[in-house]
């Protein structure tokens, strides 16, 4: 079961191009192509083209937009290629998956790419990166992105949750929750930092999305995430734009837990690459039809301790990227909760994950008919 994991981007690129053979075997036309970095060419955003004869449907799956989750996600494109593929009916439809939209953050094992932009605060439809958007982070900014390096575990815990203690009373959650997880394109070395452009992996992305909906009547896309909600359970997420209600959908896809990304619901994302999908559907294929959503696998669960332990995780982290530790045992300490909170090691939680792929697979791939 382990092996489906894999623990380098080498290895799970790798696979990936070695998967080709697999699709052939029941795609008359298939291409892959790849897009290395500009700054760093041996790193390669790539993908595969399987297209079917009749051009009604196609299936999407993508993986790693946040880098370090890129490994949960190698293993869901793995049994969904070795086990829904050869369901689907290759006359009617196609499929477009792609490795590692955020190859140097996969690589890394970090969650933003090489310039610190997160690229699901990256897909804004209109160019226009508007610092003024979440104006709570600058308010806890102090908290938030600390401008210095890391003392020891022990003393910057007891700092950390005194700021939570501070900022629960004068911020409160939904300030807190807004400022941490919404993005921004102001603070470029704080964490959700969307940018102040569209990044390369948005870029191809937004290429090869817009060429979907040029050439195929009915699209699906799956991108898959790691980190938020419940850790037993992994979340069906979906972009507010879609006209469906969660329980709704739910029902359609039989499957128990799907949130849209709000307030409400979920979080709310500024940004956000579903979103950008249903903007660009609605603006110029107004006709065609478009499900879009990810897949959110938990990790340290959705209780208020366990989202602030998430918070503790990504604050640590960022802090030591830019401003280093004092000593090597915090920066492990630190590297350590950062790889628990996105790429999980324990086997019972891995084995939940891949039979909620599975059961959201099933579902959604059922609901929407193109499964043999």
Known sequence: MDSLFPSTYEDSRARFLQSLSLIQSKWHSTQLEAHPLASHPDLT?????????????????????????GYVGAAMLKIFIEEFAPRLNAEDTGLLLIHALNPWGMKHHRKVNEHNVDLNRNFVLDGNFDPAINPEFLRV??????????????????RFWGNVVKHLFTSGIPTLTTAALLGQHHTPNGFYHGGTEHQEGTKVAMSLYRRALEEYQTVLQMDMHTGYGPRDQMSIIVPPLDSSSSEELS???????????NAEEFYAISGDMGEYYYRLRNRDFPNKHLFACGFEFGTFGDSL????????????????????????????????????????????WR?????????????????????E
Request: glycine letters at 4%; a neutral charge.
């Open 45 to 69: 955003i790539d993908w595969l083209w399987a297209h079917a004869r009749d051009k009604q449907n196609l299936v999407i799956l993508s993986t790693a937009e946040h880098g370090i989750e």
């Open 141 to 158: 900014a102090d908290f938030l992105n600390p401008q210095r390096r890391l003392a020891s575990f022990g003393l910057e815990n007891l």
């Open 251 to 261: 029902r359609k896809f039989n499957y128990p837990l799907v949130q849209k990304i």
């Open 305 to 348: 301790p366990a989202r602030i332990r998430s918070l503790r995780a990504m604050v640590f982290e960022n802090q030591l990227h830019w401003h280093g530790a004092r000593d090597e045992e915090t920066a492990k300490r630190v590297r350590e909760e950062f790889e628990e909170l996105y790429f999980p090691a324990e086997t019972k």
């Open 351 to 371: 084995e939940k994950a891949l039979m909620d792929g599975r059961q959201a697979f099933e579902g959604i791939l059922a609901a929407y008919r193109v499964l």
